[in-house]
């Protein structure tokens, strides 16, 4: 796995983290491209749910327009190993960084 593409739109990385707020617990999904090391998507949540992952890739696509072929990586927890977020990366084109999660 390349962590230091020579352009942007090469390679993102997606990851959750909690937060602890005024309002209790919430969940922040972020993809990040790690040419630039900027963050390019980003969803907070109540729940870590597998909508909370798909909504920061979302707008990461929405804003950077890609083309086809972005490696995604991430660290293969359960909201970005099931065969629906595999769909998810396929209908916006990207490819996982294990192909064999």
Not at 8 to 20: E, H, R
Not at 43 to 55: A, N, P, W
Request: glycine share 6%; proline share 4%.
């Amino acid at each position: 796995m390349n962590f230091n593409p020579v352009a942007p739109n090469q390679v993102w990385a997606g990851d959750v983290t909690y937060l602890k707020t005024g309002e209790g617990w919430l969940y922040l999904a972020i993809v990040m491209d790690l040419y630039s090391r900027r963050i390019i998507g980003w969803h907070i949540s109540k729940r870590m749910t597998r909508d909370l992952v798909e909504k920061a890739l979302n707008k990461a696509h929405n804003l950077r327009k890609p083309p086809k072929g972005v490696v995604f990586h991430n660290d293969l927890g359960s909201q970005y190993t099931s065969t629906w977020f595999r769909h998810v990366l396929t209908k916006l084109g990207c490819r996982a960084s294990m192909e064999d999660f």
